[in-house]
């Protein structure tokens, strides 16, 4: 199909799916609704690409406008060729912006949470009793003598890896409530959960969607959950804390609260999993930032969180 | 040859004209039979994965459009090594000066090929490069980090079974298993400088060609894997997880319906560590990156389909029987 015509009317759609897609993404920008689909660290080249996009459908309207038809060659026989096959193409990339523009710029939940199952437990710090040939790998959870809760209670591991989250628990086992940071959820989450024992007792406040099992009806036991998101949404993996209402009420899936109350080790499914009684459930807006994401460094982020907590009373 | 007349589509346009002003109209005031929660949570992944890959597919086209265009054809068989073992090396190695994603990586490796990187080296470097280059090893480490074992386990199985692979295709394939239409390409030289806007422009119309060409694989792909992390119950199967090699099987495809980016499917394999045993958790991390729904759709694009499924063989056997060899030793 060498009919130069033919040719300048594929560079034109082609210049306007580019642009259609350059379009997208400015829009998401200004919605502000590009950290529903991928982290903050890929946003910023998602960011960039409606630059080599416009340019490439500018380069293609010149070409079809202005080029010589001599010059306008298909012999690599990149176009498709035909009505049908043109419309399958482009349809296809029409697809996904229809799919944007149309429906809502939603974060996930319940339903991507159940399908993905959610974790209770923060898996890479739990000791190893199911990996075969794992003799060598350290306990991590020293417990200090139960009976004395008023003496120091130690957070000491033998496992270098896992410094961070003992000096974290530290820090946080210090508050008489402890706060559960977005910006240190995972990690928080995982500290606490790798000294469950340890934080037996203790008060927490911490913030996320609602998230039941599918057999369960609207009240009783749920997770209060978030997303972890590393790369974008295909990556998201919902971590949960399980809690314990302590009365009858009425949450539906998806609902943000804010639950404050005292940790427990509860067993369930052979498994030790931290449980909160709650004594506070408050229902709240979605968060700008529904999901979380790892942090470079808790510790330092935690002090830093702190200081601004404290300048802000 | 056929040429598309405006005459001949116009018995075409007119109802396309017609079933697009009713969708226009109709759709907006019935978006709510579209807006339910699986539509909402189908459109955010797939959206998701999509904006994910889209940098690195833009890249990818762009930086082989580059090499097009700037770089003559001869250069690049002056660097690669002659002998196959250093040129396997030399590809192992290149993933860690380029690191790029594998959705980008297949419009630049078909520009490589078209300017004289043996096939076996290319095939290498599409294993290899994804996986053994130092991002993801970070990656891979924060993930497990109380089991660095399994980090250095999965970088040594990837190299492993991109060594072997390379190999293999040196000594069994000797026919170019390319697609044809990149043949053809060598004509489309002398056009290359005649493009409105000079050399610059036609930079920008390549990769538009590109960019067609990978995206349509692309995008089913991600269609594919939205639907079936919208879909599919993954909870339901960790029974599997309980057998001995059922659960490599199971990993091995659940690596393939995933297509997660080789830094994000380390952290998602951690998520796994009780339920299935640390070899198949490998096997997931080392095959995910080097076959999955996006890749093996844009490998077809780049090679012909026997050559194709001969190679997704290789690799699945490749990478089942290493990591349960692997799991021994771990």
Known sequence: MNDSRSIRLH?????????????YILHLMQQDALHYYVAPALARWIRLCPVPLGLMALSLVIQALLGR????????????????????LYGLFMLPLLLGFLLPDKAL???????????????????????????????????S??????????????????????????????QPVIPVYPAIYSETFGAIEMFKEQFEGKEIAVSGFVYRDQTVGTSGPFAVSRFLVQCCTADATPFGIMVDPQQKLTLPADSWVKVQGKLKVVSQGGKNLIEIEASQITPIAQPQTPYIYTSADSVAAWKALQKDAAKAK | MTTLSPFKIVPLLLPAAFLIILLVLWLPERIELLDNVYMDTFKTSFVGILLEALPFVLAGALLSSLLQVFVPDEVLSRWIPKKPIPAILFACLLGVIFPVCECGMIPLVRRLIHKGMPVYVAIVFILSGPIINPVVYGATFMAFRSHPDLAYARMGLAFAVAFLIGLIVYVTVKKSPVRWSMER????????????????????????????????YLIIGCLLT????????????????????????????????LSLCSTSDAFVASTFLHTFPAGSLIAFMVLGPMLDFKNAMMLMALFKTKFALYLFFLIAACVFVGSVLISVWL
């Open chain 2, 226 to 257: 939205a639907g079936i992390q919208t879909f599919m119950i993954r909870e339901s199967l960790s029974a599997i997880g309980g057998h001995p090699l059922g659960s490599y099987l199971f990993m091995m495809g659940l690596a393939f319906a």
């Open chain 1, 69 to 88: 038809s001599q010059v306008l060659c298909n012999c690599d026989h990149r176009l498709p060729a035909g009505f049908l096959k043109s419309t399958g």
């Open chain 1, 11 to 23: 560079y034109l759609f082609r210049a306007a799916v580019l642009a259609a897609f350059a379009l």
């Open chain 1, 109 to 143: 939940g319940s339903i991507a949470a159940a399908k993905k199952g959610i974790s209770l437990t923060y898996s890479a710090m739990e000791p190893e009793k199911a990996i075969p040939g794992a003799s060598t790998v350290p306990n991590k959870s020293i417990t």
């Open chain 1, 145 to 174: 003598a139960p009976t004395n809760r008023d003496t120091a209670v130690t957070f000491e591991t033998t496992d270098p890896y896992a410094k961070e989250f003992a000096e974290l628990a530290k820090l946080l086992y210090a």
């Open chain 2, 185 to 216: 390409e060598t004509g489309g030289n002398a056009h290359l400088h005649a493009a409105r806007g000079g050399r610059l422009a036609s930079v920008f119309v390549h990769t538009s060609d590109e960019f067609f060409d990978m995206g349509k």
